[in-house]
């Protein structure tokens, strides 16, 4: 069963260091969608999901879940199911006893609990570990066992806070796929929260890029990742992030990849915005290279900027030396230079 | 009021987008907010338990102290008829208050100066490591863990007049020809007091001041030690500034302890010799219960007040500077 | 460091040390050595110097207690030997012979009473004002705070009118009306650090789980604060166990009488001390109360750190 969440004019204000945690935010999910709010920390994303939740009650607003005002609503009767960063398993009680505890405070047939339970944990392969205690298992298991328990109560939506940055690097990879491979399976609309942009592209089917409790921007993955709605969204997705360069009353931007040296752009030089560089540095990174150079043809003398060059591109680069890059012009974006909002293209040849 | 009949209504979502598939796991959907939710119902109830317990059998009490020492109420006379300032006249009037008053002070501040220092090397002892630490640790908490009467009988025997085992060593070296009589002359009585104070407390002010040790990161002190700090160095330039606020917890903690008890001075000399050691709580004690002057035994009790007062204004300090630490 | 050469590096343990120079690194390690060995000393000197202060007064009373009356009242025997054989006889007197055992059940029992009190009324409080939500919760903290520093000392005398108008006096139940005023705000103080140290998350996983505040409470919090709770049942009983005043002030007859003040009213009986029993009373008292501390000594540092830390 998938619900749609809607939030309107939401806004969460502390009276504690008088903070605007969450500042009028507006967004709704489609039905069984991956929707992840990204953002940096502190910026409100995990207390607008503890306010979907109903762990916080929100100042101003309206929250809706499958189309009901839940506003004043306890957790219990929302119909949600939440994994968070901790996993929060009880320590003093077996995996069984973690999954169960939710059934227990609806279900009364004490075989119908165990039958669900085996259910969820066959789900997530954690069925030999039922009677241990969550201590004795490793991060990935205690994963799947909050997931279990999340999953034991039939929620109509799934909150999830940062439920991998517990794990270590590897794991992260997998248990990712695995995420994905579960909600794909379940079908159930899921708002995932993580400040990791490397998590949010590879799990959302959109994004919300959140910045001290206001929406920057909603889209999908490719959407936001080339088409970013201001400096910020350009700057914080991608590694190493979007280039800027200051013209003055506006930005020109462009991402790493897109900025070659230019014998490796091909043929149809109309449409190349040519950069002349000083190579200052370069890192060897699983195949790319990446370029730190300064330039001074586009705009600000000795603008930083940094390309990636795929390990596909064979072009020469040398440290200490200037060369010649090129960035298509349709890879240029164009941001305003007091709000850092995208703007129409401008001409960039002078 | 199911989930679709609500989306009618609010128009958000077309009714068809709602499954309704049968449910497996039962919930009570949309229950409102029952009072056992309500964070700031449940506070108000449970904290309203420990309020009314306090308001009935301190604040009242307490207020009644004070009716009591402007009042004439004695055991035999327990109808309370107004005096005014009579009580506390007399009372300020008496040499023996001014003694108790003095001793008090007296046994307190000696007492504190011993405790801290004594806890202080005592904790930075048994935070370390060393065989037989067990065994230490339970001989140095049994003085807090005893009853003050049991361990202040104790101390009785121990310093009995005749056969007192000190005496006896001292003797045995040849130091003393007669008996100390360590209750029966003033200052001996005092100094057996705030040995029996020191004693008593200063497993508590060890133990506090053992958690403001335990509670400096393990890194401070690995950094200091790469940085070339000695022992000396160390505790003058870590631990002492570290666990001051936390010292201060425990000096008032026993100030507090000293301060308001009499059950050592009441087991030990019972305020003698010649009041040598009394103290106000004693001569409250005595006034109040033992002579029935109810009155005067409360006004005499109610001399501990803005001391005690003073006292926990400072701990709650040294508590927020602990807090910014 | 300007100038190495002019400093002795023996002053400087730590400090900057020529290491390619094999003498001298031997020279340093033989003093830190010989450093480490003065330290130990000294650890064990005090350890066991304060053991013996701490400890004395009790071996004393043990020794006393098995002593016969014309080894114990002879000035010249060594105290601290049997001069003559030892005996149970005291013990005996103690336990079968006096009420001993009387004060030892209403010792007991009051406590039970009492702790099971603090623990309904302060249980609560302490969770309100470890999580939820008030205005008014810190200031009440304080107030809490500040009446555990109301000694029974000046509360006696109206204290013993208030018991009075209940008829409790000479009454143990006076002792169980009463005492939790002295364990009540103790007990919140301590209830509240280990409360503060349980992870938010595992509640709020509660409440997600479906459960509302109050079942969360005592499902999961309860559970999960179980050890600090033993320690707070503890400390608690303790405190009854050691109270003095009131008890003095309420309790004349001797069957209501606790052992803290049963033992020095009825065993000292005008100018006669029976001083054996008395001392093996202590040693009976005193041994295990300590015992179980110590094994609940770490709950009680990280308590009392919890709770003035974070308060």
Known sequence: ?350 | MTPAHRADEVGTVAPDTVTRVPEPTPRPQLARRRLADREGFLAKLFLLPTVAYIIGLVAFPFVLAIVFSFSDVTTGNPSLDFVGLRQWRTILGSRVFWTAFRNTITFTVISMALIVLIAHVLATVLVKDFKGKWLVRFCVLLPWTTPVALAAVSWLWLLNSIFSPIDWVLRWFGLIEANMYYLGRPVLAMGSVIAVHVWRIVPVATVIIMAGHMAIPGEINDAAEIDGAGFWRKLREITIPLTLPISAVAVLFGAILTFADMTVVFILTRGGPTQATQVLSSWAFFKGIEGGDLAQGAAVALFLFPLLLAAAIAILRAVRRTEVM | MAAPTQIPAEKFAGGRIDVTHQGEVDRIRRQRRRRAIGGRTVLYTIAIVAALYAAGPFIWSAITSFKVDPDLYTKANNPFIYNLPPTLEHWRFLLFDTQFLTFAWNTLWVGFLVVSITLFVGLPAAYALARLEMKWSGPLGIAIFFVYLIPPTLLFIPMTRVVGNFELLNNTWSLVLIYPTITIPVSIWLLTGFLKGIPKDIEEQALVDGYSRLNAFVRVVIPLAFPGIVAVIVFAFTLTAHEFIYALAFLSSTPAKTISIGVPTELIRGDVFFWQSLQAAVVFVALPIALVFNLLLGRFISGFTMGAVKG
């Open chain 1, 1 to 350: 069963m998938a619900h749609v969440v809607e939030v309107r004019g939401l806004k969460k204000h502390f009276e504690k260091g008088d903070v605007r945690a969450v500042d009028g935010v507006d967004i709704a999910t489609r039905e069984g969608e991956y929707l992840v709010l990204l953002g940096p920390s502190g910026c409100g994303k995990t207390t607008l999901l503890r306010m979907i939740a109903g762990l916080e009650e929100p100042t101003e607003g309206e929250i809706l879940i499958g189309g009901n005002v839940v506003n004043g609503l306890p957790p219990r009767a929302r119909g949600i199911a939440m994994v968070f960063q901790s996993y929060a398993l009880y320590p003093h009680k077996t995996v069984l006893d973690n999954i169960t505890f939710p059934l227990k405070a609806t279900m009364t047939d004490r075989d119908a609990r165990r039958e669900k339970a085996s259910w969820a944990a066959d789900l997530l392969g954690i069925g030999e570990f039922l009677d241990r205690k969550p201590r004795h298992l490793s991060g990935g298991e205690r994963q799947r066992v909050a997931l279990a328990r999340a999953l034991v109560r039939d929620p109509s939506v799934f909150l999830l806070d940062e439920p991998l940055s517990n794990l270590d690097a590897k794991l992260r990879t997998s248990a990712r796929d695995e995420l994905k491979q579960f909600q794909e399976r379940l079908g159930t609309t899921t708002i995932y929260v993580t400040h990791d942009q490397v998590e949010a592209m590879g799990l959302g089917d959109r994004i919300v890029v959140i910045l001290n409790g206001k929406v920057r921007q909603i889209g999908a993955p490719q959407e936001v990742y080339s088409h970013p709605a201001d400096t910020f969204v350009a700057t914080f997705i991608g590694s190493p992030p979007m280039n800027l360069i200051d013209r003055g009353d506006h930005l020109l931007g462009f991402r790493p990849e897109n900025c070659l040296p230019i014998e490796a752009m091909g043929s149809n030089g109309d449409n190349l915005l040519e950069v002349d560089v000083q190579i200052h540095r370069i890192e060897y990174l699983s195949g790319d290279r990446h370029v730190y150079a300064t330039t001074s043809g586009l705009g600000s003398d000795d603008a930083h900027l940094i390309a990636r060059i795929p390990a596909t591109v064979n072009a020469a680069v040398d440290e200490d030396r200037a060369q010649r890059f090129a960035v298509h012009e349709k890879d240029l974006r164009f941001f305003d230079g007091d709000t850092g909002v995208r703007t129409e293209s401008r001409p960039v040849r002078s």
